[in-house]
């Protein structure tokens, strides 16, 4: 079967991986990464129409997306205009992640809970309502910011001038000509997945991220820096209300609105005294937390995005162990690029391997060339053994001015 990723990063690598497992599978990615060729075959074909046209005449039986960007511009609606199957959600549907705004309302609209907020463009009313909050207090545009329009605001005065700063385009262009204020909630943070096939849906392991640079959540806001699955901090019970309470009244919102959803929701979650409030959605697998739940799959990808996107979605089971993923950033991440940089790898470790994000491949060699370079991902039957696996992967892998966290996972071992 031909199988056709778009995206570049560790995750679109992750998902290659996974169906790598499966037999007669070819792949193909755009454009992938420096890894990513050994894997299949990369494409330089950057429109979507194109896209389409050469999945048509390569007999491609599945499109997998990975990045959000594609979706909010449509790569879907075109795809299925031509009759092929792809995996992730319609332009309308990944509303649910490039607008925050309208991420809110829908939230609001479907009684969902979720922090208190106000959706505006009018400086004053944005002033009103957040002399009505008490500090600290949340200002993100609206617009898609690649993770980075999301501001705290730790007294009054500084999230009314981060309001005027977006207001006017100056700190997110027109990505912030529209925010959202909200009140802070206090508790901890968990990334919930389902695979959903525009009406039902199966759940994946709780996540939790590491989005800051440095150990002890220190250090500026990152991509994310690392990832295990499944959390103990999400008990059954959570988990139970995070389905009842949030994915399904989503995916019946979606259908009722018009958008069904397809693809990966990713419910952003803040506990608050054992309560689950919805931060935010995204519309496709977390990176690096894909690097993690993708070894937890038991049973063939394929298959099952197959069946999702035709809306046929089956049962999956899940493996009994843990994943854990340390992401190793290149020198100057996340402040400015850094010069590329040859990697080694000394011994491989037992049930672990590396997903590659930021590399590019030359003469052989595969080389740093990106923010966040690769994941070191192990498995074990328990979090501290799959979490030293994938450290000992980490001291193996050797490039000029690698650096990595090495709390990943603390909050469950703590
Ligand atoms: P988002 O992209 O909306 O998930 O926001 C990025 C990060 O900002 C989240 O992962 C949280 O750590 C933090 N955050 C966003 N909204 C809130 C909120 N209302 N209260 C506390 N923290 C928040
Ligand atoms: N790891 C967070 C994200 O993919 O948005």
Redesign the pocket.
Known sequence: MNILIIGSGGREYAIALKLKNEKNINLYFAPGNGATSRLGENLKIKDFYELAKFAKQNDIALTIVGPEVPLSEGVVDIFKKEGLLIFGPSKAAARLEAS?AYMKDFLARNNIKT?RYLNTDDKEKAFKFIDTLSAPM?V?ADGLCA?KG?I?ANSKEEAKEVVSDMLSGASFGDAGKFVVV?????GF?LSFFAICDGENFVSLPVAQDH?RLLDNDEGPNTGGMGAYAPSPLASKELIKSVEEEVVKPTLKGMKNEGSPFCGVLFV?L?IVKNEPYV??FNVRFGDPECEVLMPLIDGNLSEILLNAAKGELKPISLKDEFAVGVVMASKDYPYKSSPKAKISVLNDVKDAHIAYAGVSEQGGEIYADGGRVLVCVATAKSIKEARDRAYELCENVKFYGAHYRKDIAWQALK
Do not use: H, T, Y
């Not at 909200?182 to 206090?186: P, T, V």
């Open positions: 925050k922090a949340v993100k993770g999301v705290i909200e009140e802070f909630l206090d943070e989005k952003g803040m931060l935010e």
